[in-house]
C-alpha cells in the first residue's frame, strides 16, 4: 500500500513513501482491531463498538501525507527515516491514548493537528534556524522566565498536583518542555560560535554553567528532578562531544549523583520512589502500586500481547502519560515493544548520522543535542516502567499524552529535517570517537530496556500473573467462562453463571467452601480453585494451537474446563449435616485408591458473601476460613495404638494382658476414650484407645523404631493434594513413650495425615496417596483421567489381619477406633473406621476429629456415615 504518495522519484522520497506507507498500514491495522476490540472480548455483535479513534487517525493520515509531500518539495536532501518513525511513534501513542480514554484521544488530536500544521509551515522556512543561532540568550532567557513564573501562575491541568503548567480554560502549556529544546539552541550556538577561538575549557563553561545553574535551581525547587536529569544529561553530552574530554563524563556522573542524593534528602517525594525502585514488594498496595501495576501490565502482555483493546491497562494509574510503554507492553507484548524500542533505537542512530555529516558545527550540536533528548528521555521513562531505573515523572517523547511535549518533538523533528537537508561536505570533526561512545551508551540503554522487558514479559510472567493483587485475573473472569467443579457422579458444584463481560462464580453447595476454596478480586484464591486454575481458566489442557488461536483473537485463553472431583456429593450432604453445630473434621477415603469421597471442616464459611463477611470471618476464633482436615494439626495422641501394636508384631509379639488401662505421665491422668473393664482385652484395649495399651506397646519399641515407623505411616510429609496443607513437623531426633503421651507432644498431624496412616489397615498395609480430583474434560479427548502419586508399603500385610481382628466391630466387617489426645488444657476426640481384609467390597477408612472429648458422638457420626457409604 503506497497511497501516502504515489509518484516519487528520488530514492530517498521513495524510502520515506514507503516507510510512511507501512506506518499507515499498522495504524489501519491497529485501528480496526481498537473497533472490533468490544465485539471481540464480548464475543458477540451486539455492542457498542469504538469510533472515535478514526478521527485521530484520519487526522494522522491528512496531516503525514501533507508534511511528506512538503518535504518531497522543499528539502530534497533530508534524511528520509526520521518523519517515518516520528510518525510511527507518534502514531502509536496517538490510538494508545485514544484507547485508554476517548477524552485524553480527542485532545491528543487536536495538539497532533497543531504541531504537524507548525512542522508543516516550519519547513517553509529553513532560515528560522539561524534566527535561532542570533538569538540564543533571549531564547533561553524567556524559557527561564516562563518556567519560573510557574511559581506564581502555575497550575496542574488534573486539578491537585505539581503547578508545572501556564494556561487556563483547559488548554495548558508546560514551559520546562520547551526549555529543554531552549538549552539544546543555546549551547549548540553558543558553543558553535566561541569554538573557532580555542579558549580554555574554564573559557567555555563559565556563561553556560551560570544559565544552565539558574535553569537546575528552578527545576529543583519545581521538585521535577526528572527534567532536571535531562538538563544534566543534555549539558554534559554535548560540552563532551564538543571537546572530546572524557573527564566531562565523570563529572556528568558526579552531578547525576550529587543531584538525585540532594533530591533524595530534600524531598520526600524523591525518597519514595527511589525506596519504591529498590524494593516495590514492601508495599505493593501504597507506595509503590504504580511500578508494581507497570510490572503486571508488562507481565501480562507476555510474548505476543492482549491484543489492542483486550487488555486492561487502565488499570496502571496515569496509564496515558507515564506510564504508557506500560499499557503498550500489555496490548502488543514483548513483540511490539522491542519493535517500539527498535525504531527509537534508529532514530538515535539517525541523529548521530546527521551530526556528524551536519555542514557546520552549529547544525552539528542541534543535532546531537535533539538526538540525546530524544534518546535520553525515552530511556529515562521507559526504565522507569520497566523497574530498570527509578520513577521520574518525564514524557515519552511523541507517545505520552501531552501537547507540551509533542509539540516541541515535533519541533525538534523540524530542526532535525532541516539540519540533514545538506549537500554540503561535513564540517570538520577532531575526532569520533566521542560520538562512538555516546551512540554505544545509548543503544547499551536500549538494550538493557529490552532485556529488562522480556526478563518480566517472560521470565517472570507466571510468578506476576498468578499475584493476589493482580487485578486482570478477575477482570479476565468476567470474560471468559471458568470451568465447573462436580462431584464424581457429575452433580455440579461450583459453576459460572451469566454471559461474557458479566460472568459469576457461584458455590451451590457452601460447606464445601474449605474445600473448594473461592476465586475473588478481592482476596484472590483458594482451595481447588487456586490448585487447579489453569484448568478451570482454560490455560492448560487445551491443544496448544487452540490456546494460541483463542489468545491471538481474544487476548485471552480459551473457555475453561470442567473438573470431576472424588467428592461423593450426597454422602458430604449427609456428613455435613451430622457434624452440624460441631467444631472438627471428617475425612472418607478409599483405603486402596485413595480416592476423597468425603472432607468436611466445620464450623465453615461461605465463598459467595466473601466480600461481606471477610472481616469477620478472619477475626473468629473458630477459624471458618481453616480447612481443618488438611490444615488444623492436632496431636495423635492413643488414635496411635494400632499402628504401634502392628510394628509390635512385627517384631515380636505385643505384651500379654492385664495391662492397667489409664496411666498417669507427665503430670496428668490418661484415660480410656471408652470404659473399659481392669481385665480388658487387648481387643478392648485397642479398640477404646486406652493410654496404657499405647505405653505399653511404645515401651517394646525403640527411639528409633518409633520414629520410623511415624515417618512410614507419613507423619512428618506432606500429602500430595491439591489443598493448602499444614507444613507438616519434622520428627525429633529421639521419642518416647512420654513424648506420645504428652499434653505438648512433639508430633501433631492433620485428619488427613491420619486418613492415610489408618488406609494401612484397610488395605494390606499400604499407605494410600490421597486424590480429589478424577477427570477433567477436554474439548477433544472427552474425560481425561488426571493421574495420582503411587501408593507406598508402610506396614507388613502380615500383620495387618491381627490387628484388625482386634479391632473388628462384632459381626461386622468394619474394625473402629476410640482415642483421645490432649494439648495443654485441650481434649480432642478421634475415631478412626474402616473395612476389615475380608471385606470384598470397596475398601474404605473414615477419620472423625472433635474438638472436645465426646467419643460416643464421633462414634455416632462415623457410624452413620459409613453406612450411608455401604448403602
Known sequence: MNFLYPITHSPKGRIQSRLLSLAALFMLCFSLALTLAPAVRMRSWDVALRWWHWLGFFVWLFGFSLIHRQLRNLLPEHDPYILPIAAFISGWGLLTIYRLSTNFGLRQTLWLAFSLFILWKGLKSPGIIELFKKYKYVLLISGLILTA?????????????????LGCCSIYFQPSELLKLLLIIYLAAYLASRLPFYPSLLQILTPTLI?????????????????????????????????????????????LTATALLGYVSFAIIRYRVESWLNPWIDPSGRSYQIIQSLLAVAAGGTFGRGPGLGSPGLVPVAQSDFIFAAIAEETGLTGTIALVAMLALLTGRGLHIALHASNSYHRYLAIGITTYFAGQSILIIGGNLRLLPLTGVTFPFVSYGGSSLLISFIAVMILLWVSDSEDEPAPLRSVSPYILVGGAFLAGFAAIAITNGYWAFLRNSDLLTRTDNPRRSISDRYIYRGALLDRNNQIITSTQGKPGAYTRSLLYPPLSPVVGYTNPTYGQAGLEASLDPYLRGQQGHPAFEYWRSHVLYGLPPSGLDIRLTIDLRLQKIADELLNGKTGAAILMNAQSGEILVMVSHPFFDSNTLSENWEAWTNDPDAPLLNRTTQAQYPPGTAITPFLAAEALTNTSIPQPPINPSVFTNGKYWHCAQEVPDNASWAELLSSGCPGATQKLSKTLSSAQLIDLFHRLGFDQTPTLQLAQAQPLQLPETLSANDILSSNPPVRITPLQMAIAASTLSHKGVRSAPIITLAVHTPHQGWVFLPGEAPQKALPNEVIPQVTELITIPQTLLWQVHANAYQDEEVFTWYLAGTTPAWQGTPLVLVILLEENNPSEAERIGRQILESAFQ
Do not use: E
Not at 513564573?149 to 503548567?165: E, S
Not at 527534567?227 to 558526579?254: D, G, N, P
Open 149 to 165: 513564573a510557574t511559581f506564581i501562575f502555575g497550575t496542574y491541568p488534573g486539578g491537585a498536583g505539581p503547578r508545572l503548567w
Open 211 to 255: 544559565l544552565v545553574g539558574a535553569a537546575l535551581i528552578i527545576l529543583l525547587a519545581q521538585r521535577d528532578l526528572g527534567t532536571a536529569s535531562i538538563f544534566i544529561l543534555l549539558y554534559f553530552v554535548i560540552i563532551y562531544l564538543v571537546t572530546s574530554k572524557r573527564r566531562i563524563l565523570l563529572t556528568s556522573l558526579l552531578t
